[in-house]
C-alpha cells in the first residue's frame, strides 16, 4: 500500500512538473493601452506614512506567505514581449529623439511668488506666466550634488520611456520674487546659507491636479483606466534594474505620483516617477558638514547598525568619487545588480521582478545612446572640472555591469524576423560583448503547443551575435514553439527564449515571444 501511494504521489509530481507552453493568438501584437479615456476627477490621496509601514511590514508579509501562486507574469507586455504605450511608459517618442518633449514648459519665468505652501523638502512657487513649479535645494557641503542627481536621473528615466516631471537647475535670487519674497529667502538661507543667490531644482509640479502617490500593490479603484495590479507591471518591477544603474537609494510611493491630465470629466489620469535628488550616490555621501558638527538625516553605513547606535556609529569612510569631486555622490562603477534593493521599507513592485522583466529593462537602459546620456548630464549643470566627464564614464560602466547580470538569467535572445522556415536571431549579451560567441552554443527545440516534441534537438554553434536558423520542415506546424537555450561554456542559462509560430505549408508567422 505505502508502495502504490509513493508512486501515486511520483506520477502526480511529475505531471505537475511538465511543460507547456503559453498559447498566442494569431493576431497583431497590441501597441497600446488605451487608458487615457475620459474619467471623472479622482480623489486626491494623502500619503500615510504609518499605514504604509503596516502595510509593509505587518499585512503584506502574512498574504504573501498565505499565497501559494508564483509570482505572475508582467500583465502590461503584449504578445512580443514588450511594454505597450500607456499612461503609465511611452516604448518611443513616434520617431523623436529620446529627450524630445522633456522641457516643454521650459525653467520657471520671473516673476515668481511663493504658493503652494512650505515644507522641508521643497518650496512651491508659481512663476510669471501661472505655472506651479516645487524647489529644491542642495546640502551646504555638497554643492551641485543633490541639484545635479535630480535633474539627470529625471532625463534619463524620460529618455527610457517613463512618465517625470522636467526638471531644471536654476539660480535664485531675492530680486527674483514678485511677492514672499522674505518668506522664501528664509526657507532658502535656512537649508543654504548664502549671501546672494542660491542653486536650485525648479520641478514642473504638480501636472494637472496632484492625486497623491500611486498605490505599490493594486489599482486606483476611483480610475477606471486603471485595470492592472501595480504590482504586476513590468514599468514598476523593472525599476529594480534601473534603480541599481542609477542607485535609488529609496523606492517607494512618495516618489510614483498620479496627476489628472485635463478638465474634469475630460481628463485622465497620468502616472508619474519624481524625487530624484537622491540617486546617484548623492545620498550616500560620508564627509561631514563643512562648519562644525550635527546630527545627519543622511547618515551613511548600514541602516541597521545607524539604528541600533541611535545615528551616533561613525560613517564610512569618503568614496574615491566623493574625495575626488565635491559635486558628485558616492557612486561607483562597482555594482551589485543581483543584490541591490533600495532602503528599507521594501517596494512591493521591485520585490516581483522577474527574469524577463529585467532583461527587457537592461535592453532599454543599454538602447540610450552616448549622446542621450551626455544630454541628461549636461542638465544637471556640474560646474565642477571633469564632474561630468567622470560621471558619463561610471553612467556607461555600471549600466553594462547591470545589463550583464540581467542578462545572464535568460536566454538573451532576440529575433530580428522570420522568414519562409528561417528566423534571424541576435544574443544580445554576445552583440555587447559580455560575452565571447565563441564560448557560446545554443539547443534549439521544437515543441507543439502541448510541449510535445516534434522532432530531436538541435545544437547550434554559430560563433557570431547574429545568426540565421532554419526551422526543420517536419518541425513546422500549425502552431510551433522554438525554445532557444544558451550555453556559456557549456552551462545553459536558466530560462529559454521562446519563439511562437503559427505555420503552413513549409512557411511560419511569428505570433509570441517569451523570456
Not at 98 to 118: I, M, S
Not at 510 to 515: E, S, Y
Request: proline share 9%.
Amino acid at each position: 500500500m505505502k508502495r502504490s501511494l509513493a508512486a501515486i504521489f511520483i506520477v502526480v509530481g511529475l505531471a505537475s512538473c511538465g511543460y507547456r507552453p503559453a498559447r498566442y493568438a494569431d493576431a497583431c501584437p497590441v501597441l497600446e493601452a488605451r487608458d487615457d479615456k475620459p474619467i471623472p476627477l479622482p480623489r486626491s490621496d494623502s500619503f500615510e506614512q504609518p499605514e504604509y509601514l503596516a502595510e509593509v511590514y505587518m499585512r503584506r508579509p502574512i498574504m504573501d506567505a498565505l499565497d501559494t501562486q508564483r509570482i505572475p507574469e508582467p500583465v502590461d507586455v503584449n504578445s512580443i514581449d514588450e511594454v505597450v504605450r500607456s499612461s503609465w511608459f511611452v516604448p518611443d517618442r513616434r520617431g523623436r529623439a529620446p529627450l524630445d518633449g522633456y522641457a516643454a514648459e521650459g525653467p520657471p519665468q520671473h516673476p515668481l511668488r511663493v504658493a503652494g505652501g512650505l515644507d522641508t523638502d521643497s518650496l512651491g512657487i508659481v512663476d510669471a506666466r501661472g505655472l506651479p513649479y516645487r524647489l529644491r535645494t542642495d546640502v551646504p557641503d555638497r554643492p551641485e550634488m543633490r541639484t545635479a542627481a535630480d535633474a539627470i536621473t529625471s532625463r534619463l528615466l524620460w529618455a527610457i520611456g517613463y512618465f517625470t516631471p522636467e526638471v531644471h537647475v536654476i539660480q535664485v535670487q531675492a530680486k527674483d520674487f514678485a511677492s514672499g519674497a522674505q518668506e522664501a529667502v528664509g526657507w532658502l538661507d535656512a537649508r543654504d546659507p548664502k549671501k546672494s543667490g542660491w542653486r536650485v531644482t525648479a520641478t514642473r509640479w504638480p501636472i494637472g491636479t496632484d492625486l497623491g502617490p500611486a498605490p505599490a500593490t493594486l489599482t486606483r479603484s476611483d480610475d477606471p483606466n486603471d485595470r492592472l495590479p501595480h504590482r504586476d507591471r513590468r514599468t514598476l518591477r523593472s525599476l529594480r534594474v534601473l534603480g541599481a544603474w542609477l542607485d535609488f537609494k529609496t523606492m517607494g510611493p512618495r516618489k510614483t505620483i498620479d496627476a489628472y491630465v485635463g478638465l474634469p470629466g475630460a481628463g485622465h489620469v497620468v502616472h508619474y516617477l519624481t524625487g530624484f535628488e537622491d540617486t546617484l550616490g548623492a545620498a550616500r555621501m560620508s564627509a561631514p558638514p563643512a562648519k562644525g558638527w550635527t546630527p545627519r538625516a543622511d547618515c551613511g553605513g548600514n541602516p541597521l547598525l545607524n539604528l541600533a547606535t541611535l545615528g551616533l556609529a561613525p560613517d564610512p569612510p569618503p568614496s574615491l568619487m566623493e574625495r575626488k569631486y565635491r559635486t558628485l555622490g558616492a557612486f561607483e562603477e562597482s555594482v551589485d545588480a543581483e543584490h541591490y534593493r533600495p532602503e528599507l521599507p521594501p517596494w512591493e513592485p521591485m520585490d516581483h521582478a522577474l527574469p524577463a522583466d529585467g532583461y527587457w529593462a537592461a535592453r532599454r537602459m543599454l538602447a540610450l545612446d552616448e549622446a542621450t546620456i551626455r544630454a541628461a548630464v549636461d542638465g544637471g549643470k556640474l560646474d565642477e572640472a571633469g564632474a561630468a566627464a567622470r560621471l558619463i564614464q561610471v553612467l556607461e560602466a555600471r549600466r553594462t555591469r547591470v545589463a550583464a547580470w540581467w542578462f545572464s538569467q535568460v536566454t538573451p535572445v532576440g529575433i530580428d524576423f522570420v522568414r519562409g522556415g528561417v528566423l534571424r536571431l541576435h544574443d544580445d549579451a554576445v552583440g555587447w560583448g559580455m560575452v565571447r560567441a565563441d564560448a557560446t552554443s545554443y539547443r534549439a527545440e521544437f515543441v507543439d503547443d502541448e510541449g510535445e516534441a516534434l522532432t530531436e534537438p538541435v545544437r547550434l554553434v554559430p560563433g557570431h551575435a547574429c545568426w540565421e536558423m532554419q526551422v526543420p520542415a517536419k518541425a513546422i506546424a500549425p502552431y510551433l514553439v522554438v525554445r532557444l537555450t544558451a550555453l556559456r561554456q557549456g552551462v545553459a542559462l536558466p530560462r529559454p527564449a521562446e519563439f511562437h509560430l503559427v505555420g503552413q505549408d513549409g512557411t511560419a508567422r511569428l505570433v509570441g515571444i517569451r523570456h
